[in-house]
């Protein structure tokens, strides 16, 4: 980590709302539980493909119950704007 402080000290430039969102990881690992329940239970794939439409239809499954917005979402947003100014378009009307 010595080598490499440059790198991770960025991460501290952040505030506290945009660093939680970058290392908290619950959404992902719950998406993946979830995608896992679904797989386990097939001894084998066709195909590809088979295992892809499955995981898409469980994608649209579990998208339904992401409903609930992130903690200060609002802030996060107009912070992250303006440290990336440019490359993150905001309708705000």
């Known amino acids: 980590w010595n080598s490499n ?3 991770l000290s960025a991460y501290f430039a952040y505030t506290k709302s945009i ?3 970058i290392y908290t990881t619950n ?3 719950g998406y993946h539980r979830q995608v896992r ?3 386990k239970t097939k001894g084998a794939f066709t ?3 088979a295992l892809l439409k499955l995981v898409y239809l469980a994608t649209r499954r579990i998208e339904k119950k992401w409903s ?3 903690h200060n979402w609002g802030l996060t947003v107009q912070q992250l704007a303006i ?3 440019g490359r993150l378009k905001l309708d705000i009307n």
């Open 5 to 7: 402080w440059e790198r």
């Open 19 to 21: 660093r939680k969102m």
């Open 27 to 29: 959404a992902v690992e």
């Open 37 to 39: 329940k679904v797989t």
């Open 47 to 49: 195909s590809d493909m």
């Open 68 to 70: 609930s917005p992130l």
């Open 83 to 85: 440290k990336f100014e």
